[in-house]
């Protein structure tokens, strides 16, 4: 795994520290996950992984079923929002209380098929992966939306391109790898998953993208219109372009060694929770 810091999480060291994690956003996939979660089981096979299922405040009996899927597998944890916030938001809450330095995404309707899941970590847990490869970006292949739905996100992506410059044909997929400690050093804004290969880039890593599966949507409904998709675009891909114009320019070297701090100068008080429990 090379160039990837392969310690826990330091805020979370209650169990055994898993290779790989995998974050699941939700909202209202009461039907999906069941079957979501199996087949991640069955396509990371003998990996050590976890599994944290976000419920961002589901109105149906996602959190439910969730828990019930955690009681039967210790690698699954349950978090949940109060409220509906969001994707990113749900994934940015999974992220922080992962204990594994790689996260994989994908999303929780069940459309990102999990068998291509062993292709996105590959590039980032190979022997040969470079030190600066931070992102691996899923790109849909033969899309099974409506034609409304592909339109409306061909031309987002096409504008995004134009503006951004990410060499990127489809940012929209959920099915995404990186490493944790990159993910938590860019800038948080909700629809920020939308803009993660612009924004690792920003930031200096390099930018793996793997072409991937899609498949028909089995059960329930998308959660979000085109029109709601289309104006918070606008809005955030200025924000995107302005944060890339303004990105810091130079990076430090070390020119000194490191003082070491024992633990009785650091202090021994835990860090604060990057969660709070949910019933």
Known sequence: MAGVTSGCNPRDNSAPCPLLAVVIPLRNEEQAIGPLTEGVRQALGTLSFE????????????RAA????????????????????????????????????????????????????????????GAEAPENRGLVAGQRVGRKDTLSKRLASRFANT???????????????????????????????????????????????????????????????????????ALAGIIDLAGVAWLIHRRKT????LLTAAPVVTLAQAGDAPNPEPYRKVS
Request: aromatic share 6%.
């Open 66 to 125: 969730c828990l019930a899927l955690a009681a039967s597998d210790p690698r699954i944890r349950v978090l949940g929002h109060d409220r509906s916030a969001g994707q990113s938001a749900a994934l940015h809450s999974g992220v922080l209380a992962a204990r594994a330095p790689i996260v994989v995404t994908l999303d929780g309707d069940g459309q990102n098929p999990p068998e291509n899941l062993p292709k996105l970590i590959a590039p980032l847990l």
């Open 51 to 62: 599994m944290l299922l976000v419920d961002d405040g589901s109105t149906d009996g996602t």
């Open 250 to 253: 130079a990076r430090p070297q």
């Open 159 to 229: 504008l995004r391109a134009a503006v951004l410059r990410d060499g990127t044909r489809d940012t929209g997929c959920g099915l995404k790898a990186f490493r944790r400690d990159a993910f938590l050093a860019l800038p948080y804004f909700n629809h920020m998953h939308r803009y993660l290969p612009a924004l690792f880039a920003r930031d200096g890593w390099q930018v793996e993208l793997v072409d991937v599966t899609h498949a028909p949507r089995q059960f329930g409904a998308s959660n979000y219109g085109n029109l709601d998709r």
